[in-house]
């Protein structure tokens, strides 16, 4: 089994944290007081894709990170 580097993963932490901030602010914008805002209906659905961005981004990140791993290994060898 193949180890990874510590710092290779941690660099996608800041693009955990920011869709689990989404998240939160998502469910905060979802109450009562909101409700009758057009921006927030708008923030509201813009929200899923803001999320799914983010996921495309960390992943080319992590492939990236294994293409310059595989080489690094390649090179080595």
């Known amino acids: 089994m193949k ?3 510590a710092k290779k993963e941690l660099i996608l932490l ?3 944290l920011v869709v689990i901030l989404l998240c939160v602010a998502g469910h905060f914008l ?3 007081s909101f409700q009758d805002s057009n921006v ?3 923030m509201l659905a813009a929200l899923p894709f803001a999320m ?3 996921v495309i981004i960390a992943f080319k990140i992590a492939k990236n990170s294994e293409d310059k791993e595989r080489a ?3 090179n080595n060898n």
């Open 14 to 16: 800041p693009i955990l």
């Open 40 to 42: 927030t209906e708008y």
């Open 3 to 5: 180890t990874h580097s």
């Open 30 to 32: 979802l109450q009562a």
């Open 72 to 74: 690094e290994q390649s």
């Open 52 to 54: 799914f961005g983010l």
